[in-house]
Every structure is written in structure tokens, then in C-alpha cells.
């Protein structure tokens, strides 16, 4: 029996709270996890699963182990490939997932210097805006706009995406321009809605003018889960859009989005960048951290959210 690699199988069972997720994200058989965790109970003595047909729980044992057993298992990660010697480049392979507007408008463009800088990291990127379940897909890190729902991640705000409100001039034709945020309740005007998180709700959103402050959500004909979707629908003039403003600029250049309501203000969405509190935060994880949040510092900088 390899010890690393049992303790890594026994890591991953109680991470992902299953035999066959734990043999999916180490590319292994179950029955290989299952032996490896079966011959590291064999040493210790000590029983630190209880299996049933339906799940796997840790036992109190098993806990106390599991907390060691990830110390030693990202000590040993320093040593081999997270040495703070300035000679030695992080390594490896990073799987991260992000929106999929902010990939295609914003990281993958700068992705050259990254490479340039970190040859050896493998970056396995996702795109998508849907809910990703971090550890059991193995993913390192996901960037997501809007509050993390699920506390039990730790996140970090790496900047705040300033809205607007925008239409396509072929609606505005065809639907008239609303001189009121309130008009788009009215009826007569639609949107594109977007929906959030696993419910699939489209929420509303928190426009103010001075004193003046509503809750404008208006009437939806379509309503998708991608933002890359969710603009190419605006643009086709299926709606009206709160778009952040990287995803806007470009369109109002060149006349195919205008701007509504300029003189309201939306309170920005704020970008996170979220991990698992027990996943070892590797070099080569915190070097793209550090790299995102430079990078999102020149396009969407943390605002203070202090009123004024």
C-alpha cells in the first residue's frame, strides 16, 4: 500500500462524501479507492468510514484523521512543488471555472501574459455561469458575480462590476424608449431575464435617483442562464438588459446597444473569486489568485461601498 496514495483516496471519500465522485476526480477505479481506504483502516487499527448502500459518513476517528492527514498532504505539496524559491516556477494542473462573458471578454485575452509568466501551470478552465459543486468535480477555484450563496466556500471580492441598463435600437423602435425605470413594469415593455443559482429565479434589480429608489423587474419573453446568451438575446432586441459595463462598452460603440437611464444608479455587482475552506491553497492557486485580482483591478476595481 502506497500511504500517500491511501491517504489522498481517504481525503477525497470524505470530501466528496462518496466512493465512486472521490475514484472519478483521482481518475482511479472505485475499487482501487476502496482497497486503499480499506488497507489504511487495516494499519491504523482504527475504522474511519461507516458505509451504507446510500452514503458514506466519517466517524469521529476519521475526522480527527482527516485533519491531519490534509496538514501532511499540503505540507507535502510545498515541499515538491511549492518551494519559496524564486528560481522554482508552480506547477501543475488548475481547474478553474468562471462566467462565461468575463472568459471570453476579459481572461482569456490576458491568458498570454499568464502563460508567459507561469509556463508550467495547466490551466483547465470552465466557462459557464452555472452553480459548480467544487469539490465533488475537483475544481480548484470559481469566479462568480453576485454574493456566494454557499458559506461554506471561502470567498474573496476581487471587484465590483458597475451595471447599466441597456436596449438594442431595434427595440427601442419597435417598443418606444421607457423614460421611467418603472415603465418596464408596466406591460407594455419586456426584458431579458436571467436566471440565477439552481432555482432559476430572474431577480429584480435596485435602481436609485437621489431620494428615489425602486425595485424594477419587468416582464420577461425570454429568459436564460449564460450570459453570453443573455447579451446576444439583448441584441437581437428581445429585451431590455442590466448589463456590467466591460460587457456593454463595446456595443454602444458601435451602435448596436444604448444606454437607458443615466441619470439612475445601480449598486455594482461584486465579482468573487471562491475555494473550499479544507482545500490546500497550492502556489500555483495563489499566483493565479494574485494574478486575477490584478487583472480585474484594471477592469472592474472593489468600489468603496460606503454611501455618498
Not at 456566494?148 to 466556500?153: G, P, R
Not at 470567498?155 to 465590483?160: H, L, M, Q, S, V
Not at 456593454?248 to 443615466?262: C, N, T
Request: hydrophobic content about 45%; aromatic content about 8%; glycine content about 8%.
Amino acid at each position: 500500500m502506497d500511504r500517500i496514495d491511501a491517504m489522498q483516496a481517504f481525503a477525497r471519500v470524505v470530501e466528496t462524501g462518496s466512493f465512486t465522485k472521490a475514484a472519478d476526480t483521482l481518475q482511479m477505479s472505485k475499487t482501487s479507492v476502496t482497497q486503499l481506504v480499506q488497507q489504511l483502516e487495516g494499519r491504523l487499527r482504527v475504522k474511519l468510514l461507516n458505509r451504507t448502500t446510500r452514503k458514506v459518513n466519517v466517524t469521529a476517528d476519521g475526522a480527527a484523521y482527516y485533519e491531519r492527514v490534509v496538514r501532511l498532504l499540503a505540507d507535502l505539496e510545498d515541499a515538491e512543488t511549492g518551494l519559496s524559491n524564486a528560481s522554482t516556477s508552480p506547477r501543475g494542473r488548475l481547474r478553474v471555472d468562471v462566467p462565461s462573458p468575463l472568459a471570453r471578454m476579459i481572461l482569456v485575452p490576458a491568458l498570454p501574459t499568464f502563460h508567459a509568466q507561469y509556463p508550467d501551470i495547466q490551466l483547465d478552465l470552465g466557462v459557464s455561469d452555472r452553480r459548480v459543486d467544487l469539490i465533488g468535480e475537483n475544481v480548484d477555484c470559481v469566479v462568480r458575480g453576485g454574493e456566494i450563496a454557499d458559506q461554506s466556500l471561502v470567498a474573496r471580492r476581487i471587484g465590483d462590476l458597475r451595471l447599466g441598463v441597456y436596449a438594442a435600437p431595434a427595440y427601442l423602435q419597435r417598443a418606444g424608449t421607457p423614460a421611467h425605470p418603472r415603465e418596464l413594469d408596466d406591460g407594455h415593455h419586456r426584458i431579458v431575464g436571467f436566471r440565477w443559482g439552481r432555482a432559476g429565479k430572474v431577480y429584480p434589480y435596485a435602481m436609485r435617483r437621489g431620494a428615489e429608489e425602486i425595485q424594477a423587474q419587468g416582464r420577461y419573453a425570454l429568459a436564460v442562464d449564460d450570459g453570453n446568451a443573455y447579451l446576444a438575446a439583448g441584441l437581437a432586441g428581445m429585451g431590455v438588459l442590466w448589463l456590467p459595463d466591460y460587457m456593454a462598452k463595446a456595443h454602444v460603440a458601435q451602435a448596436e446597444l444604448v444606454r437607458l437611464f443615466q441619470d439612475w444608479r445601480l449598486q455594482p455587482m461584486p465579482l468573487y473569486l471562491a475555494f473550499p475552506p479544507n482545500r490546500h491553497v497550492s502556489r500555483k492557486l495563489r499566483v493565479f489568485i494574485d494574478w486575477v485580482v490584478e487583472l480585474m483591478a484594471q477592469h472592474a476595481p472593489v468600489e468603496d461601498r460606503r454611501d455618498g
